[in-house]
């Protein structure tokens, strides 16, 4: 998967047992209503950029015998599209979203439950994916594969620099300066300095949160302050790798060696193995140093979801059922042979061969012992827009960290309230 938009799904949940991630459309219209005999459906996808999925996805969908399926593929900003479309009556019946839907599409009504498609294969589920699309206890979404970032690094250039995998945001920062030369920068978490991709990991390496246990803001604190600084440290050391031809979700400033250190995700080792065998290995993002916070993986998921404006809502429940709860082959398949993402289940977890050595296997202990949820389902779009702004003013300008935290605060109380009412 390519783009933002895969890439800011990620959170699902510490602790996770099972392991790997997943896919989005542009509105051409929605195609006739039913095909003959059959009921027509329009399922979208956002642009995954492992080369064959789209064409898997596809084949998938061509393979469905109770309906005619036109899968719909959509580059560029896939979850404001997606959102948008969900207004209209030109939407998909099936869609995927990035950790199920937002709590303001369930409140709108505008997705129905679908906790009755898991039947027995329910206890099958990560439960933990499970949860995250839940709300009071119904479920919206049927996750699809797990997905996760992490660090990954030239282990040659660490070693011709002396430099040991960092374990501290302090140890990350001396790194960069080291690995760092006329030729390549030390680290690239994306060409906005890390704006897109740091959001959880600055808050989780200073032992904080989004939201409490409770669903109170989570990190109006001195610790915060100081992980921000630290993000801001790391774009005016310059180090950073900054403007690349491709953005962080892709492998190809790491495989380039235009970085000896990038923030990516489990899904690109394949090209990495094959560019630089045995020449990586993978690290979380550090904890802040060595008595704060912890090292941590994001983690989070696509789910399918079905809109609540469907024509043919029956059947795209069933479709979905088909496809994400029948299907394990099929399942299997998309975890492991388009990029690495882990499966849903824990029975297919079991079956990925792919994911139960090297890097990758190292990267699926890092998801059980470090995952992170990113996106909490009461952290709604506004508060993450907020966050978003203060942290692009904070890295890329020297804002205040304690006076964008507390605006930031101010707008995610009042989306809390408003959730709540």
């Known amino acids: 998967m390519s783009g933002m938009t895969r890439r800011r799904l990620l959170g699902i949940g510490a602790g996770l047992s ?52 036109t899968v719909q593929w959509s580059p560029g900003d896939y979850e404001k599209k997606a959102a948008t479309a ?21 409140k709108g009504k505008q997705v129905v439950e679908l906790t009755d498609l898991l039947g027995d294969a329910k206890s099958d589920f990560n439960s933990a994916l499970l949860d995250r699309m839940s ?60 704006v897109g991709v740091l959001g959880g990991p600055a808050l989780w390496s200073a032992g904080l949160d989004y939201l409490t246990k409770d669903n109170q803001f989570g990190f109006d604190d001195p610790a915060a302050f100081e992980s921000l600084r630290k993000l801001r440290e790391l774009w005016t050391s310059k180090v950073l790798l900054l403007g690349a031809p491709t953005d962080w979700s892709d492998p190809a400033a790491f495989t380039q060696g235009l970085t000896a250190m990038q923030f990516t995700g489990l899904w690109t080792l394949p090209v990495i ?55 394990t082959d099929d399942q299997l398949d998309f975890a492991q042979s388009y990029g690495f993402h882990v499966p849903a289940r824990k029975s297919l977890s079991a079956k990925a061969e792919k994911l139960k050595s090297g890097p990758a296997a190292d990267a699926v202990k890092l998801l059980n012992d470090n995952g992170h949820p990113q996106n909490p ?44 009412g």
Not at 18 to 34: D, K, L, Q, Y
Not at 87 to 104: A, M, R, S
Not at 410 to 420: F, H, P, Q, S, W
């Open 135 to 194: 709300y009071q206890g119904k479920l919206y979404a049927i996750p699809q594969v797990i997905d996760m970032q992490l660090l990954v690094y030239r282990k040659s250039l660490l070693s011709a620099a002396g430099v040991q995998p960092p374990q501290t945001v302090d140890e990350l920062l001396a790194a960069a300066k080291k690995l760092t030369t006329d030729k390549v920068k030390g680290l690239f978490v994306g060409n906005d300095g890390g």
């Open 273 to 327: 193995e094959k560019a630089l065998p045995g020449d990586y290995g993978v690290l979380p993002w550090p904890k802040l140093n060595a008595t704060t916070g912890a090292p941590s993986v994001p983690v989070g998921a696509y789910g399918a979801c079905v809109n609540a404006k469907s024509k043919n809502l029956d059947a795209a429940k069933k479709f979905v059922k088909w496809l994400w709860v029948d299907q």
């Open 86 to 106: 969900l207004l209209t009556d030109q939407g998909p019946d099936v869609f995927e979203y990035p950790n199920g839907p937002t709590i303001d599409m369930i």
């Open 18 to 69: 099972a392991m790997a991630v997943a896919g989005c459309g542009s509105n051409s219209g929605r195609p006739s209503t039913s095909s003959g005999s059959k009921p027509a459906l329009q399922q979208w996808y956002h642009q995954y950029g492992e080369a064959g999925t789209q064409q898997a996805v596809e084949k998938y969908a061509k393979a469905y015998p109770d309906a005619t399926v």
């Open 377 to 420: 389902m009461l952290w709604s779009p506004k508060a993450s827009s907020a966050y978003s702004d203060a942290l692009n003013k904070i890295i890329r300008s020297g804002a205040d960290p304690a006076a964008e935290i507390k605006t930031v605060r101010t707008v995610t109380e009042a989306e809390l309230k408003r959730i709540a």
